[in-house]
């Protein structure tokens, strides 16, 4: 689980959707075979946590960094094939900055048609096995291309990067893999979705190939989309060896237009219309 606090002119803290990241840890819990976390105990940890912390929240579009880490504790050398009935649940909190401070740099990723991040089984479960499979093949890409991270694609299928969800996003519609459980359900994924609905556009959550993507780049801008880094652009693809640009290579309208739109909501500036924040004095 991985969310974040911002502390506000009022001098109060905001987490954003502290409910849904309890339930998806709950959930990812539930898939490694672990002690599910009782949601208030978690929450409430959380809670506590901020509220001890409030006054070392650097201000937006700075924030906390808030970790919670599900441990299996059972003394049980050699059961590879019985669950952990016991678990350590403890929350790790750090400040963070801006991702972009300077200005939102286009990222250069590779597309990568054959890996998947992941499996099939736990490709929706926060853990942290899933990041080490990832690490290998981002850190040969960008020693080999310079570029950022990976997208995933295997047998053509567009899937995420290492840690971020991928969207198309053009003047009219927003285009991203529907959920299923070969990656994770970005929880920024899921509120520029509904942001980009609230905004008129058109928001088609359907599986797409590598070759539309390919073609997609000269109509639509395309972004990661996660905690640390919002919704970040896409500039440069990286496929068969070859560099292709996203559009005119710079950050686009859209990309911009929605990142705002989320951080408005974030940092206080827009009402919060679905309910995302709790309050923590
Ligand atoms: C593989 C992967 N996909 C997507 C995301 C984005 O999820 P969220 O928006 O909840 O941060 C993350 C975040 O860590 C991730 O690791």
């Known amino acids: 689980m991985v969310l974040k606090a911002y502390r506000w002119d009022d001098g109060k803290a905001r987490i954003f959707r ?3 990241h309890v339930a998806r840890m709950q959930r990812s819990a539930e898939s490694m075979c672990l002690p599910l976390p009782d949601a ?5 940890m959380v809670t506590s946590l901020v509220a001890k912390h409030i006054d ?7 924030s906390l960094y808030l970790r919670p880490t599900l441990i299996g504790t059972l003394e049980n ?6 669950p952990s009935t016991e678990a350590t649940l403890f929350v790790l909190a750090s400040p963070v900055g801006d991702y972009f401070e300077g200005g939102a740099r286009p990222l250069k990723i590779l597309v990568d048609d054959q890996r998947a991040r992941s499996t099939e089984q736990l490709g929706s479960t926060k853990t942290g096995g899933n990041y080490a499979a990832a690490l290998g093949p981002t850190l040969a890409a960008k020693a080999k291309y ?4 990976v997208l995933f694609c295997p047998n ?3 899937q995420e990067t290492g840690a971020a969800n991928f969207l198309l996003i053009s003047d009219k519609e927003v285009i991203t ?3 299923d459980t070969s990656f994770l359900h970005g929880m920024t994924r899921d509120s520029v979705l509904r942001l980009a609905a609230d905004l008129g556009y058109s928001v088609s959550e359907r599986d797409f190939t590598v070759d539309e993507l390919m073609q997609a780049i000269s109509t639509h801008e395309a972004a ?3 905690t640390a880094a919002c919704l970040a652009p896409v500039g440069c693809l990286v496929y068969n060896g070859e560099e292709f640009s996203v559009m005119d290579g710079n950050p686009g309208p859209n990309t911009e237009k929605l990142r705002k739109a989320l951080q408005d909501i974030q940092y206080g500036n827009a009402a919060d219309t679905h309910n995302w924040l709790t309050e923590v004095s």
Do not use: F, H, M, N
């Not at 070392?56 to 700075?62: K, N, Q, T, V």
């Open 56 to 62: 070392d929240i650097p201000a937006p579009p700075s």
């Open 224 to 226: 990661l989309s996660g």
């Open 77 to 82: 050398i050699g059961a590879a094939a019985s």
């Open 156 to 158: 053509g299928d567009v």
């Open 177 to 179: 893999k529907p959920l």
């Open 18 to 20: 502290l409910q849904d």
């Open 146 to 149: 310079g570029t950022d991270q």
């Open 40 to 44: 208030d105990l978690l929450a409430g």
